[in-house]
């Protein structure tokens, strides 16, 4: 039953788009964090075969991979709670449509009168 409140559908179809976007963002976001942000190994100081390999290489390297591991982490859960939010958006919004629509048809159609081709009853 309805409080007398009225609900900006709109508003929440542009959450909804903007959530949309931005869940398209993060998808990029985490491809790019997966696959194009790997450094190879000799990048730290170790080229094929020769030895020029410095001290730290090794540990630079592990501590590379673990923070492109936390950075993906990060992503994939940023992207489930806003994929969680933009669901339950959907679906309230959903609910309101369904409710509006029913009060209209409870009240005789979209302006509250008589249905096309019926009589006001007095």
């Known amino acids: ?10 508003a929440l179809d ?7 976007r931005l869940l398209d963002d993060m998808d990029k976001a985490g491809t790019t964090s997966k696959y194009n942000t790997e450094i190879p190994m000799d990048a730290f100081g170790q080229v094929s075969g020769k030895s020029c390999v410095f001290e730290e290489a090794a ?3 592990a501590a590379h991979r673990e923070m492109k591991t936390k950075i ?3 992503i994939e859960k940023l992207h489930g709670l806003i994929d969680d939010f933009s669901t339950k ?5 959903d609910r309101y449509n369904d409710e509006e629509h029913e009060i209209k ?9 008589p249905k096309k081709g019926q009589l006001a009853s007095k």
């Open 1 to 10: 039953m309805s409080n007398g409140m009225r609900v900006d559908l709109s």
């Open 14 to 20: 542009e959450v909804i788009r903007r959530l949309w």
């Open 59 to 61: 540990e630079l390297h």
């Open 72 to 74: 993906e982490t990060i």
């Open 89 to 93: 958006t959907s679906k309230v919004r």
């Open 105 to 113: 048809r409870g009240m005789g159609g979209d302006s509250g009168g």
